[in-house]
């Protein structure tokens, strides 16, 4: 549940991210990349609503033929390394999403 017990906040766009960095935000002016970080210092990557369809469509088509997918830590656009491991299910409370040691992704507006 968000609320002010959770720690959680729902952004105006839909995310749910923790209290304390929801004033969180890049600047575009010295941050040509306008990269986001969480309280924990992990980069975030928002998916959205379409996006998250798309890739759940992907993992259940390639599941009927038992294969499955895995999804890596690549390239950063903000000048840091990337860890390159995968990124596994973290499912926080009222905030699901997948994350690796230097990133997670969150999905906008998921209930």
Do not use: W
Not at 44 to 56: C, M, Q, S
Not at 87 to 104: I, K, N, T
């Amino acid at each position: 549940m968000i609320g002010e017990d959770s720690g959680l906040v729902r952004l105006a766009s839909g995310i749910v991210v923790p209290a304390a960095v929801a004033d969180v935000h890049p600047d575009p002016q010295t941050d040509q990349n306008a990269t986001a970080y969480d309280l924990d210092g992990r980069r975030r990557i928002v998916l959205t609503d379409d996006e998250r369809r798309l890739v759940d469509r992907t993992v259940a088509m390639l599941g009927r033929y038992g294969l499955g997918v895995v999804v890596g830590c690549r390239n950063r656009k903000d000048g840091k390394v990337s860890c390159g491991r995968p990124m596994v299910p973290e499912p926080l409370p009222g905030d699901p999403g997948y994350g690796c040691l230097c990133s997670r992704v969150h999905f906008m507006g998921r209930r």
